[in-house]
């Protein structure tokens, strides 16, 4: 078999593609077919080895895990002895952030337990750009609670990974949707459904006194105070962590200044690859809801020019990788 591998944490340049024995699954265990995968931002932390604190646990010197990519879609060839649940032929789709990674690769062995079915109506491709970044947006959706229709929605940071998925999914629900991002990337946001769509470098949509019902701050950028003067009265705020400092501001503050002010604020406890997760993500797929952007495709081959756009913060979309 084919994957793609790095033997030490570094920028894109450290990745090869590996010839490596066929894979044969042990008890529990699943060798899929990869279809499709595509690339996220803790595919880029996971190859710089960032934070620098994860590597308490991925490796202080080396990365223990050699492999690469944590979004699967594709189909099961081999099962373990034990495994009654999956067999060959069947669709399947993942985030292996928590199971080894290892997407980037024409097969890949995983835990039975850790796949999720995929509907026959959502193509492999369309698969592949949604798990681990649908999931993080799904599920600081959840914290605010269901966006109402007419509700003002604030997405800050809408243009990388998981904004897009954020701005559709509160659409979706008849959410009023301010989508913030680089000037570069506003038409790009409003293709997604943006009702408007603000450029952070020209006009800070927090500073300027202007209140939403939901703001979902995947830039984290702001103060807990800040965050707090641009929610409506009973407005909700959830914040999608990038800096540890910050996490801790809003996780345990945000609560205690949300219930003296009348507001919900916070972060959420993310947990990876969730069945249920999954499997509401496969129905905003199939109804349309959903319609993940693909901005380039690339084959294994080319997965450093792929992680070098993901990188570049250029792309539009997601980088989908096909072996
Ligand atoms: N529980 C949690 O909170 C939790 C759990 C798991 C993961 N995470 C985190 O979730 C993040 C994933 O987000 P992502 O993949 O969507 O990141 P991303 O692809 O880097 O997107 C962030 C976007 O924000 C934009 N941006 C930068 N500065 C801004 C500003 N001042 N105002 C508005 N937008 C700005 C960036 O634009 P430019 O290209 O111009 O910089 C970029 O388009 C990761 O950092 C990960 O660590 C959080």
Redesign the pocket.
């Known amino acids: 078999m084919r994957a793609v591998v790095r033997d030490r944490y570094g920028t894109p340049g450290v990745l090869r593609v590996a010839t490596l024995d066929a894979p044969v699954p042990g008890p529990g265990e699943v060798v899929v077919g990869v279809a499709a995968t595509s690339l ?3 595919d880029l ?1 996971h190859l710089l080895g960032r934070p620098r604190v994860a590597r308490v646990a991925t490796g202080l010197v080396r990365p223990v895990n050699r492999s690469v990519g944590v979004d699967l879609a594709g189909t099961v060839e081999a099962v373990g002895a034990d495994v009654t649940t999956l067999r060959p032929g069947d669709r399947v789709w993942a985030d292996l952030f928590d199971s080894g990674h290892g997407a980037l690769a024409d097969r890949v062995r995983v835990p039975a337990s850790a796949l999720t079915r995929l509907p026959d109506d959502v193509p492999f491709d369309v698969a592949a750009t949604t798990p681990h ?1 649908g999931s ?1 947006a799904l ?2 959706l959840r914290y605010v609670g269901p966006v109402r229709p007419g509700e003002r929605v604030l997405v ?8 897009p998925f954020a701005v559709q999914m509160a659409k979706a629900r008849g959410g009023v949707v301010t989508a ?3 000037g ?2 506003l038409p790009f946001l409003r293709e997604l459904g943006a009702d408007e769509a603000v450029d ?2 020209r006009d800070d949509v927090m500073q300027g006194g202007r209140r939403f019902d939901v703001v979902v701050d ?4 702001r103060s807990l105070v800040a965050a707090r003067r641009c929610l409506a009265p009973g407005g909700r705020y959830v ?4 800096r540890i400092g910050s ?1 801790a501001e809003k996780a345990l503050l945000g609560p205690v200044v949300g219930a003296l002010t009348g507001v919900r604020m916070g ?4 947990r ?1 690859n969730q069945r249920a997760d999954l499997d509401e993500l496969a129905g905003l797929l199939s109804s349309g809801a959903l319609r993940p952007r693909v901005d380039r495709r690339y084959g294994l081959d080319e997965a450093v020019a792929a992680f070098r756009h ?1 990188a570049s ?3 539009r979309g997601k980088l989908l990788i096909t072996p």
């Open positions: 996220n931002m803790a932390d970044s993080l599920q600081c800050n940071g809408a243009g990388g990974c998981v904004g913030v991002d680089h570069d990337k952070y470098t995947i830039a984290d950028t914040l999608v962590a990038r996490f972060s959420f406890a993310w990876p993901l913060g250029a792309a």
